[in-house]
């Protein structure tokens, strides 16, 4: 019964965070959807699905024709045929050899595109391909390892640890990455935004049409748009998180609690989630349990410092309020406000950014899978 309220949870915020990373601003969700779920899936040359699909399986192979949008949750997919519309789904592995007319927008560990994807291609993962046939609109990537061989029509952006280009990009390329590669036939019509330290490797022949310039001066109003869009999203889903399952978080901060447990959760977060699912993921018999790790360190990066703002909340309004009770939900905000404000303070607020991220995964950890009482070390009550 307890495993399946917290697998209840998991889900709950899963959905809801891919809804808000990838809906905002799209169509309405109303739209009806045809469903197939399977072990193994294929759709073949001649069949046609008119209309929005969901696929739900373990291997995923399409080589008909999707007049809409594709809705996917896979252990591996294989799309060799046409999606009229967007693509959105977390999987495992991703090789796409067709056609997509819209955006293609997943959560997948390995991804290798040597089709078409008309619209911008958003991904994060561990490594991605764009092959030498492959041809996309724009780019957005958060990748390991990143190989731009094929053809990209606007700008892109790609973070990670290893970036090479050997294709053409017909806007601005911006790379945060350690070890960039920029290859004899590679042609950046655009400029070229690294970050500063960083030492590019432009091999002979290569061609760049604008400036080579390090810092991300363009992008810091946009993402500072992104950022405050994302906390009031995590305002509000908060919120919902406190109305749904107010029980189990009373649960937790009324009792006494390991602090030596709560920060090896928080640090494990960081460092062993990412791990295990690369080593899990390279087996083929952990890659759904890869495939989970991963969803389960993307959910608590998202979502870690929630759990915070409750703490936050609570001690704030006990410094001027020494009496009476106060809801929860009240806690939440306050605390979101004043722990916002602090991070912003230089130097200081670095640090309490980093201990906050630590104790909030740490909490939110211990609030999913933890369901023993030790009941004999520091309280967390404020």
């Known amino acids: 019964m307890m495993k ?3 697998l209840k949870k998991i889900l709950f915020f899963v959905f809801v965070g891919l809804v808000f990373i990838f809906f905002g601003g799209g169509k309405p969700v109303a739209a009806a959807w045809q469903t197939l779920t399977g072990s193994e899936i294929f759709l ?8 929005d699909l969901w696929v739900l399986g373990n291997g995923v192979k399409i080589a008909g024709e999707v007049k809409g949008d594709l809705l996917i949750f896979a252990d591996e997919l294989e799309l060799s045929g046409k999606i009229g519309g967007d693509v959105l789904g977390v999987v495992g592995r991703t090789l796409v050899s067709g056609e997509v007319a819209g955006d293609f927008r997943v959560l997948s560990a390995v991804t290798q595109i040597d089709g078409v994807v008309g619209g911008n291609l958003s991904a994060a993962g561990t490594q991605l391909v764009l092959g030498t046939q492959s041809k996309v609109g724009s780019l957005l990537s958060w990748y390991t390892t990143t190989g731009l061989l094929g ?94 399952f107010p029980r189990r978080w009373k649960e937790l901060l009324s009792t006494r609690i390991s602090w030596p447990r709560i920060i090896g959760f928080g640090l494990g977060s960081f ?41 936050a909340g609570r001690w704030f309004c006990r410094l001027f309020r020494k009496k009476g009770r106060l809801h929860p939900a009240l806690f939440f905000l306050i605390g979101g406000f004043v722990y916002t404000f602090l991070k912003l303070i230089p130097v200081v607020g670095f640090y309490l950014a980093l201990a906050g991220r630590i104790l909030g995964n740490g909490l939110l950890l211990t609030y999913l899978f933890w369901w023993e009482k030790p ?3 520091m309280t967390l009550q404020a």
Do not use: C, H
Request: aromatic content about 10%; overall charge neutral.
């Open 44 to 51: 073949r040359e001649d069949e046609v699905v008119t209309g």
């Open 4 to 6: 399946n309220v917290f």
């Open 151 to 244: 053809e990209i029509s606007g700008s892109a952006l790609a973070k990670g640890n290893n970036f090479s280009i050997e294709g053409k990009l017909g806007g601005d390329l911006q790379v945060g990455a350690k070890q960039i590669v920029v290859g004899e036939n590679a042609v950046i019509a655009g400029d070229f935004i690294y970050p500063a330290g960083a030492n590019p490797v432009f091999k002979p022949g290569a061609k760049i049409g604008g400036q080579q310039r390090t810092a991300v001066l363009k992008s810091a109003p946009v993402m500072a748009g992104i950022q405050g869009m994302w906390f009031l999203g995590s305002m509000l889903l908060g919120l919902l998180w406190l109305f749904i």
């Open 271 to 311: 460092f062993l989630l990412p791990i295990l699912s690369v080593l899990a993921i390279l087996t083929m018999v952990g890659l759904p349990l890869g495939i989970g790790l991963f969803l389960l360190f993307l959910f608590v990066m998202a979502f870690g410092e929630l759990p915070v703002y409750l703490l």
């Open 375 to 377: 009941g004999t070390t």
